[in-house]
Structures are given as C-alpha cells and as structure tokens.
C-alpha cells in the first residue's frame, strides 16, 4: 500500500486504527495547549526549547500528511485553520527562526474542534455528547477563544507591562475584560493593548452570551422533520409541533 494511501485510510478512514489515531492527535492537541500554559512559568531553558522542536516537528508532520491527501491542496493553503497551523509550526520552531513570533502557538487551539472529523465521531461515539452538543461546543469556543486572547495579552504585553508576568495575569486580565468587570489593577499598555481589550469585550462577551443563551433553553435535540424541515425537537416529541408529521426520533434507551 502507498503511503499516501495508507494515510489517507489513517485521517479519512472508518476503522478503529483510524478512530483512535484520531484521537491520539486530539490527545497531542489538548497536551500541546497544557505545555503552553506550563511553559509560561518556566525559565526559557534549553530543555523547553528542545520540547518545542519537537511539538513543532510532529505539528509539521501532520500539517504535510493531511496536505498530501488533500484533493486540493492550493485551496486548503488558505483555509484559516491551516494557517493557523503554518502559524503554529513556526511559533514552535522559534528556537531555529526567532523567538519574536512566539506568541503565534497559540493560534494552534482554532482546529480544537474543527480537525480530523471530530464532530462527527464524538456523535457516534458518546450519548452525552450527542445530548448535549450545543452546550459542549458553546463551552470549547468560549474556552478557545479565552485561551487564544489570554496568549495575546501574554506574549505582547508581559515585556513591557509588569503587571503581566505568566499565564495567570494574563487570564485574569482577560476574564476581568470579558465579564466587564473591570477591576482596573491591570491594565493593558498602548495601542495594541487597547485594542486587544476591545477584541475580548465585543467578542468574548457574545460568546460568553451564546453559552448562557444554550444554558437556559429548554434541552431538546436536532432532528429534521421529513415533512417541514424543523430541526429542534423535544426529547419525547411524538409529532412535528409545526406540522404534526409523525417523528420517529432514535432513543437510546436512556432515561
């Protein structure tokens, strides 16, 4: 077998080989985001700029495997999550290219959930995640989007703003902007800093609104009507409350 078709059975594929090395790189994901936190409290030692290497590596392995199977890889060069991952593979190669564009490994959080058909396999593989999807993917792009800005305000403002010195600082600043709460101990510096913070404030608190907006709706589940079309339904819903079409919606035999 060839190996780009050995790959492509690997990141496209239906068997169990293919599902659980899908969710080996959704593990490398999740601990590549875990080591950018820590990292932000650790002095910048030759060990850290060796892991770094490394993540960067497989990060770059990855990126040129799913390239290759690409059907159209000019297009997907300008797919946002793939610069993102251009981004990403640069930032974790800084010792070799530069520190200077560090801050850009945090972009690697945007394919959280939007790589290897993970949507799709969580839903065949977990009845909680199918209950509860909408809450689940409000939660991971607030947290996503917390995570990203938090890296932002890290890397452009703890040089120059000594009330930013790790991870936590940062997080504290950008949760305090989000909510618009506001403390006032910390604040951010310059131009940059200022738009930054109105980035969090219009971004962070409609997504922040989305995820209350799911909290508070009734729970009910995604199932097209065959007649009209109406995709939400109650969980026990006999017929289509706007066309009275008999549904016949899957149970799974939970209670």
């Not at 490398?28 to 850290?48: G, M």
């Not at 120059?160 to 006032?184: E, H, R």
């Not at 962070?204 to 989305?210: A, C, D, E, S």
């Amino acid at each position: 077998m060839r190996v780009k078709d050995k790959l492509r059975l690997l990141y496209e594929g239906d068997s169990l080989e293919a599902h659980r090395f899908r969710y080996g790189l959704l593990i490398f994901d999740i601990s590549t985001v875990v080591f950018i936190v820590a990292s932000s409290f650790l002095p910048h030692s030759l060990l850290v700029q060796i892991i770094d290497v490394i993540i960067g590596l497989v990060v770059l392995a990855d990126f040129s495997a799913r390239l290759a199977i690409s059907p159209t890889p000019w297009r997907d060069l300008l797919h946002p999550t793939t610069l993102a991952d251009v981004a990403a593979i640069a930032s974790f190669l800084a010792p070799v290219v530069g520190e200077g564009i560090g801050f850009l490994r945090i972009l690697r959080t945007l394919r959280l959930l939007h790589t290897y058909q993970l949507l799709g396999r969580l839903r065949a593989d977990s009845v909680f995640f199918r209950r509860n999807e909408e809450l689940i993917i409000a939660s991971v792009n607030l947290g996503v989007f917390v995570f990203i800005m938090t890296g932002f305000v890290y890397e452009t403002q703890h040089r120059a703003n000594d009330k930013i010195n790790n991870y936590v600082d940062a997080l504290y600043f950008t949760m305090a902007a989000l909510t618009t709460t506001g403390f006032g101990d910390i604040t951010l510096t310059g131009t940059l800093g200022h738009l930054i913070s109105v980035v969090i404030m219009i971004f962070g608190v409609t997504l922040f609104l989305r995820l209350v907006q799911v909290l508070l709706r009734p729970n009910k589940i995604k199932y097209a009507c065959p007649a009209c079309g109406l995709q939400r339904h109650d969980r026990d819903a006999v017929h289509c409350k706007a066309c009275g079409t008999i549904l016949n919606i899957p149970d799974e035999g939970a209670v």
